[in-house]
């Protein structure tokens, strides 16, 4: 019983098994799924890839929005109007929080640097401090 048990254990390393990102042959441990850390890198960076893109995109959306309203807002609290922002490149859909005020005010915030809609597409801007 313990023979056969260790005679097909030794069988079972002897099978080759081969690289997920090369598929070249594996020398080593049983569990091994890479022939290299360069392929086990490889491999990893490829199935991440498409979720680093979506976040790194957003956070480049992000950082333009805030460098908007940094570059138009330098006195902590202007009006400006939404074909400025537009004009800029500043894109609505990308925020970090929203704070609404017991009025019933919604401000948009990009980090600490906030927008409120206003009446005739104006829009106050503000700075947390």
Do not use: P
Not at 41 to 54: F, M
């Amino acid at each position: 019983m313990f023979f056969s048990t260790f005679i097909h254990s030794k069988l079972k390393s002897m099978e080759t098994k081969n690289c997920l990102e090369c598929g070249d042959a594996i020398k080593g441990r049983i569990d091994k799924k890479f022939c290299t850390d360069y392929c086990r890198n490889s491999y990893n960076n490829k199935v991440n890839k498409e979720s680093k893109n979506l976040i790194r995109n957003t956070n480049n959306r992000l950082r333009k929005n805030y460098k908007i309203l940094s570059e138009l807002n330098t006195t902590g609290k202007m009006k400006v109007t939404r074909s400025k922002l537009f004009d800029k490149g500043f894109d609505f859909n990308f925020f970090t929080s929203i704070y609404k005020t017991k009025t019933g005010n919604v401000y948009f915030y990009v980090y600490n640097q906030g927008y409120l809609a206003l009446e005739n597409d104006y829009f106050l801007l503000i700075k947390k401090e």
